[in-house]
Antibody, heavy 115, light 112 residues
Framework: QVTLKESGPGILQPSQALSLTCTFS??????????VSWIRQPSGKGLEWLAT???????YYNPSLKSRLTVSKDTSNNQAFLKITSMDSADTATYYC???????WGQGVMVTVSS | DIVMTQAPLSVSVTPGESASISCRSS???????????VYWYLQKPGKSPQLLIY???NLASGVPDRFSGSGSETDFTLKISRVEAEDVGIYYC?????????FGGGTKLELK
């Protein structure tokens, strides 16, 4: 049974960096073919893919946000991470992590950027 | 970037009737390996998205066979037969051809 759960600060101020953690179970990110992706969704809007990290540490980023994103993993603790720099009100959204091609998703964590 | 365009924006269906949702990609999603990398997801109200269809026409685990996916290299259809109350939500198509994931804007399915 694959499960994922996101965690993060909830609220932060403009210009700060956001650090998110995805803690998962039911698979290992050191196993061939495994991957975790980050996707966000502003309230009432659609899905926007942000980044993906593969089992072999290959990383992929949304081109429009690439300069602000860093994805990483800790295979020993079954965690994946996403860092977004220079947060702005436009980054207010629910952030999800997902397994492989979206076979399983976390419950999401709401992040609000406000002064 | 590959752009995914869905239609309609919303659809209202009588329970027991069928519904179809269309998705068009700006580039062929047919890989040289013969696999078409289009996916369908359903986001029920207040919930995370869930995978319905993978690689254009394959039913994800646990998904009722009332759902089916079909299409060509750039035009795709999700069909829901015998719509039920639990099918209400927003449907998204997505593509994963080049490891850069993009989604359609979503289609909201409501019951009449």
């Amino acid at each position: 049974q694959v499960t994922l759960k996101e965690s993060g600060p909830g609220i932060l101020q403009p210009s700060q960096a956001l650090s998110l953690t995805c803690t998962f179970s039911g698979f290992s990110l050191s196993t061939y073919g495994m991957r975790v992706s980050w996707i966000r969704q502003p309230s009432g809007k659609g899905l926007e893919w942000l980044a993906t990290i593969d089992w072999d540490d290959d990383k992929y980023y949304n081109p429009s946000l690439k300069s602000r994103l860093t994805v990483s993993k800790d295979t020993s603790n079954n965690q994946a991470f996403l860092k977004i720099t220079s947060m702005d009100s436009a980054d207010t959204a629910t952030y999800y992590c997902a397994w492989r091609r979206g076979d399983y998703w976390g419950q999401g964590v709401m992040v609000t950027v406000s002064s | 970037d590959i752009v995914m365009t869905q239609a309609p924006l919303s659809v209202s269906v009588t329970p027991g009737e069928s519904a179809s949702i269309s998705c068009r990609s700006s580039k062929s999603l047919l890989h040289s390996n013969g696999i078409t990398y289009v996916y369908w997801y359903l986001q029920k109200p207040g919930k995370s998205p869930q995978l319905l269809i993978y690689r254009m026409s394959n039913l994800a685990s646990g998904v009722p066979d009332r759902f089916s996916g079909s299409g060509s290299e750039t035009d795709f259809t999700l069909k829901i037969s015998r719509v039920e109350a639990e099918d209400v939500g927003i449907y998204y198509c997505g593509q994963l051809l080049e490891n850069l994931w993009t989604f359609g804007g979503g289609t909201k399915l409501e019951l009449k």
